[in-house]
């Protein structure tokens, strides 16, 4: 099993940039495949990015993709997601999830099986 905590935050105005990371504890970090997901108030929960075991592959939304940008460092069980050219309809609890599963394509809530508790991202105009 596997531990996931998001840090980093916080409130900014449109255009600004937030760093959020995600530190996993448990088990072997390079064995899960990780993503970042995010859910706006009255909305469900949507898929943002995802990367690989070894970060090859690489997922991103529409509407985050050319802004937004995934990595993984495996020596400090952390994977990032930098998020710049930031609008007010990014605003949204973002949450960091892990899988073990060996898939085609990680783009679903439904390929992940661990969560972490979420880091509120606020983009005013």
């Known amino acids: 099993q596997v531990q996931l905590i998001e840090s980093g935050g916080g409130s900014v105005q449109a255009g600004g940039s937030l760093r959020l990371s995600c530190v996993a504890s448990g088990r072997t970090f390079s064995s899960y495949a990780m993503g970042w997901f995010r859910q706006a108030p009255g909305k469900e929960r949507e898929f943002v990015a995802a990367?690989?075991?070894?970060?090859?592959?690489?997922w991103y939304s529409d509407s985050v993709k050319g802004r937004f940008t995934i990595s993984r460092d495996n020596a400090k069980n952390t994977v990032y997601l930098q998020m710049n050219s930031l609008k007010p309809d990014d605003t949204a609890i973002y949450y960091c999830?892990?899988?073990?599963?060996?898939?085609?394509?990680?783009?679903?809530?439904?390929?992940?099986?661990?969560w972490g508790p979420g880091t509120q991202a606020t983009v005013s105009s």
């Open positions: 999830a892990a899988t073990a599963s060996l898939l085609n394509d990680y783009r679903s809530r439904r390929a992940f099986d661990y």
């Open positions: 990367l690989s075991r070894n970060g090859a592959r690489i």
